[in-house]
């Protein structure tokens, strides 16, 4: 990202400087002019400027890029974490899921390598008693109970994994509504997740 802003910077033709805010980039017009939008367009069959998040127009002098720093079914398990990624337990179950019926199931990351895998294995495992999905923040996990049960929605480590905490759910559901919000795997650009600073500390 860093280089995409310096190649923005480096044009002296155009009045424009390119920045970085927490999620994606930012483009600022220093003409002080107002005759037309600032506006930023894909060239020829390229979609640099859409996957920059940078194709609009705005009649302001600034542009602010939409999020590009998100996670996808696509997004791999070896990136996040500040490219740390999650630690399994090869041929065991990595963590066990207990939903609000009691109904308790456990999870195999064996063959993941996606975050789509991970969501795939524990949607299988648990039969749609519960669902694993990206967060609305795009930037963590949910997992949603579906049997309506009273209980408590637990994800608990299993054979001393760490891969429940390397996603961000392990432990229960705070607010007690039956679905559980992970925590952040992703950082802001340019920066690092508190919880791998000091060695984890």
Not at 95 to 100: D, K, M, P, S
């Amino acid at each position: 990202v860093d280089d995409v802003v310096n190649a923005i910077n480096s044009v002296d033709s155009v009045g424009v400087r390119a920045s970085i805010n927490e999620h994606g980039l930012v483009l600022t017009d220093t003409t002080g002019e107002t005759a037309a939008n600032l506006a930023v367009k894909n060239v020829g069959l390229t979609q640099t400027a859409s996957e920059l998040g940078l194709a609009q127009s705005v009649a302001a002098s600034t542009l602010a890029g939409s999020d590009i720093n998100t996670l996808s079914e696509d997004s791999q398990l070896a990136g996040l974490n500040d490219g740390l990624g999650i630690r399994t337990r090869a041929g065991l179950n990595d963590f066990r899921i207990t939903a609000r019926d009691g109904t308790q199931f456990s999870v195999n990351l064996d063959d993941a390598s996606t975050l789509g895998d991970v969501l795939d294995a524990i949607n299988t495992a648990g039969g749609g008693k519960v669902t694993a999905s990206i967060n609305d923040d795009q930037r963590s996990l949910k997992l949603t109970d579906n049997t309506g049960g009273s209980g408590t929605l637990l994800v608990e480590a299993r054979n001393n994994s760490m891969a429940a905490a390397d996603l961000g759910i392990d432990g229960g559901d705070t607010n007690d509504d039956g679905v559980l919000h992970g925590n952040q795997l992703i950082a802001s650009i340019n920066s690092k997740l508190l919880k791998n600073l000091n060695g984890g500390t």
